[in-house]
């Protein structure tokens, strides 16, 4: 979480801290030195701040930060928040302290009248605290990100089905129409979600740890294997340009993958995968936000 500092409001706060004389070095939870302020004889702190907004789960309280005040006595510590177009609100008030506090999207869009539709990904909320209504010398901001960037990134519930494709293993084609199911995560690999999308398959073995998974699950029904080393890895990465799907790389033994048969239904996206060693299988994703998928092919 970045802290927005101001060097000169900071020198001038320094300033304002020394001569009011309120701050020591026993001020509880000081985490920013010199990024306290005063306001008529009482020190503020902005505490333990972390999280982003999660456009994709905007009702989740994801950020989290503490008030915490020493000094002269005030009514309350007011949280205001401010999105980039201007639109401003409260988050409420502080009367006792140390107070920690926790604010999902939802709470922020609530205080500024605002609508999800009106978020992007890349907004800086600016958060800033009034003491007794006056302005303080303090704020930090809040980063705005999305579960389903380029409506692809998340979780998912899968189901791999694996199919016999001939010339591979005699394990492999042995095993068709064995099945796989558990959760499987797409990582974004860019940040602008305008951008075309690369991402990274995590799919959980039966000790649930998450492993790079281009088998979407597969390879756990395929070849009954647990540990990332067996599992595809490579450079092998999952693209998605103008809503066309296609596996990029090769992986760890050079292997190149395809894609085919793909169907969108609401929230449930299928496919079909094979790879030139003769390996293939059936995949069921269905989005765990329960939102459509968008038109793929």
Same mark, same amino acid.
């Given at each position: ?60 309280? %994801?950020? /989290?930060?503490?008030?915490? #005040?020493? @000094?002269? &006595? $005030?009514?309350? =510590?007011? !949280? ?23 604010? %999902?999207? /939802?709470?922020?869009?609530? #205080?500024? @009248?605002? &609508? $999800?539709?009106? =978020?992007? !990904? ?30 692809? #990134? ?144």
């Amino acid at each position: 979480m970045k802290i927005l500092n101001n060097l000169s409001v900071l020198f001038a706060g320094i300033i304002a801290i020394t001569m009011v004389g309120c701050v020591g070095s026993d001020f509880e939870g000081t985490e920013f030195p010199g990024n306290e302020f005063t306001v008529e004889g009482t020190a503020i702190s902005a505490l333990g701040v972390s999280g982003d907004f999660d456009i994709g789960k905007a009702d989740v309280q %994801s950020v /989290n930060y503490t008030v915490n #005040a020493r @000094g002269g &006595a $005030i009514s309350g =510590v007011e !949280v205001r928040i401010t999105h980039p177009n201007g639109s401003a609100g409260s988050l409420g008030t502080s009367t006792s302290f140390p107070d920690v506090k926790s604010v %999902s999207l /939802n709470d922020a869009l609530t #205080a500024t @009248g605002m &609508a $999800i539709d009106d =978020v992007a !990904v890349g907004d800086m909320w600016l958060v800033e605290y009034l003491v007794d209504g006056n302005p303080t010398t303090t704020s930090f901001s809040i980063n705005t990100v999305t579960t389903f960037k380029s409506a692809l #990134a998340g979780l998912c519930s899968g189901k791999a089905t694996v199919t016999a494709q001939g010339g591979a293993a005699a394990t492999w084609d042995g095993n068709a129409g064995m099945v796989w199911e558990g959760p499987v995560t797409f990582v974004r690999q860019q940040l602008n979600p305008n951008d075309d999308g690369e991402y990274v398959i995590s799919t959980q073995n039966g000790a649930a740890d998450p492993l790079d998974d281009i088998s979407f699950g597969a390879y756990y029904a395929g070849y009954a294997t647990d540990a990332q080393g067996s599992l595809p890895n490579g450079d092998l990465r999952l693209r998605d340009i103008d809503n066309k799907l296609s596996i990029t790389g090769a992986s760890q033994w050079g292997e190149v993958f395809s894609i085919e048969n793909i169907v969108v239904d609401g929230a449930t996206l299928s496919f079909k995968w094979t790879n030139d060693y003769g390996e293939g299988a059936e995949i069921v994703l269905t989005r765990d936000d329960g939102e459509d998928w968008p038109p793929l092919n």
